[in-house]
């Protein structure tokens, strides 16, 4: 059964602080891989996607990077900001059709 | 994007009694749809996945009479809390996506339920 970790649990870092976040995955054989975003009390926001086949994905400050043989993914964030404090969510996917199976996450708190 | 919505956002009920959340695809047809239980200060917990007109399929540990899915159209899936507990007071989030698209899932904003 696929088991999703997220390190740190929590983070807390000063504004403009470069930073990545660790997510590791038991069984390698998985179709994609996704980060999310979620603020206390909301629902999602998906901020990378990334296939299989593919070694990385970059939206702005964000930058996620796969390396599927070793199981391990990370999300690195550039230059911080108080707004991007929140909890980070790592989410694999096994099979084309099955469902995300998600990490606890990794908490962030970065201060002004 | 795909938009997926979910109603309603917030509910309050009686110990007991049945609750009813509608998750729907607005701009697209879910060929699968995905409902996860989110417990105060954890991750999402799958309780269940179903594919347009067919049974639900539960995961391990979830009562499939207590929690019933149904999926009777491209665009729309009802979960019913049957008999609610406080013990099943979670946020509940739904997720949408169809296989000949990009196989990506896209996340309703969520139903907080509280069971008093």
């Known amino acids: 059964k696929q088991e999703v970790t997220q390190i740190p649990a929590a983070l807390s870092v000063p504004e403009g602080e470069n930073l990545v976040l660790n997510c590791s995955f038991t069984d390698s054989a998985i179709y994609n891989l996704q980060w999310f975003r979620q603020d206390p009390g909301k629902g999602l926001t998906s901020l990378l996607l990334?296939?299989?086949?593919?070694r990385e994905q970059t939206s702005g400050r964000l930058n996620a990077s796969l390396d599927k043989s070793s199981g391990r993914s990370t999300l690195y964030i550039a230059a911080s900001q108080p707004g991007d404090s929140a909890t980070y969510l790592c989410a694999v996917k096994g099979q084309a059709g099955t469902a995300l199976i998600f990490g606890k996450g990794t908490t962030l708190s970065v201060s002004s | 994007g795909a938009v997926v919505s979910q109603h309603p956002s917030w509910v309050i009920c009686k110990s007991g009694t049945s609750v009813k959340i509608e998750c729907r695809s607005l701009?697209?047809?879910?060929?699968?749809m995905f409902w996860y239980r989110q417990f105060p200060k954890q991750s999402l917990m799958l309780m269940a996945t179903s594919n347009e007109g067919s049974k639900a399929t539960y995961e391990q540990g979830v009562e499939k009479d207590k929690f019933l899915i149904n999926h009777a159209s491209l665009t729309l899936s009802t979960l019913t809390v049957t008999s609610a507990h406080p013990e099943d007071s979670s946020f509940y989030i739904c997720?949408?996506?169809?296989?000949?698209?990009?196989?990506?899932?896209?996340f309703g904003p969520g139903t907080r339920l509280t069971v008093l």
């Open positions: 997720s949408a996506s169809w296989l000949a698209g990009p196989n990506e899932q896209f």
């Open positions: 990334i296939q299989s086949s593919q």
């Open positions: 701009d697209f047809q879910a060929t699968t």
